[in-house]
DNA sequence: CAGTATCCATAGGGATACTG
DNA sequence: CAGTATCCCTATGGATACTG
């Protein structure tokens, strides 16, 4: 059992539903913003990179996750001024201490998932 | 930096579209999932508690939630042969597991959520 | 109490076409 | 190359009513 009161917000109804914890919760834990980090947790990434490497992203889809994570802060964009354009995206020194904290979670359950899946409800 | 080839799966092309670990990292990282694995982490719970410590579920997702965590063997389901029925929610040996690895992420979250939000692409 | 069943709205997200 | 803009669909998820 963990002590969740040392977490501000997480004392009493887990999370206010509408505190800026779950705003950047989901941000982070969105089914491409997740995917992208890890992505950019393996070194910069151009985004002809990011579309080919996040397996089964849209383009629609890749803009707005990217949008949203450079807006928190974690993701940094630099456009060099060059035709034609090169675009390069790397984890902010915010977006490090984020993935330091994702990557051991993603391990685990990349390690567990055929087990997981295969073993129902054991 | 961090070396993401020692994560199966994780070496080209991020997470491969159709593999168990994005299965069960949609799973995890879904809305309602990852404040139900909180609440749990924090203490077994009945029905109606995570109800009303899950702020904002809907019947209907929380049962959705709950389900997909038993069936993938995160959370335990007692129902005690009682009337007015007691059915009490746990996390499993697997479900503590995962959840210690998310409560550092979400501690990271719920402490840094303020200052990401009020300062966006700092 | 602990759910299930049903209806229904909205918005998440894909495909495509276009642009600086 | 690195996006933006549009159309359009379906599937997520809320509200309500009902049941063992």
Redesign the interface.
């Known amino acids: 059992?963990?002590d969740?009161s040392?977490?501000?917000?997480?004392t009493r109804?887990?999370?206010?539903?509408q505190?800026?914890?779950r705003?950047?919760?989901?941000h982070?834990?969105?089914?491409w913003g997740?995917?992208v980090l890890?992505?950019l947790?393996?070194?910069d990434h151009r985004w002809s990179e990011l579309r080919?490497?996040?397996?089964?992203v849209s383009e629609k889809m890749l803009a707005q996750t990217l949008r949203t994570l450079?807006?928190?802060?974690f993701v940094d964009r630099e456009a060099e001024p060059v035709i034609p354009p090169r675009v390069t995206y790397r984890l902010?020194e915010?977006g490090r201490?984020?993935?330091?904290?994702?990557?051991?979670?993603?391990?685990?359950?990349?390690?567990?998932?055929?087990e997981?899946?295969s073993?129902?409800?054991?």
Chains 1, 2 share one sequence.
Do not use: K, Y
């Open positions: 059992m963990v969740l040392s977490v501000p917000g997480v109804g887990i999370l206010p539903a505190c800026n914890s705003l950047v919760l989901d982070v834990t969105s089914t997740v995917l890890l992505a947790s393996a070194g080919r490497v996040v397996e089964g450079v807006a928190d802060g902010t915010r201490e984020l993935t330091a904290h994702l990557l051991p979670l993603m391990g685990w359950i990349a390690q567990h998932a055929d997981i899946v073993t129902p409800a054991r």
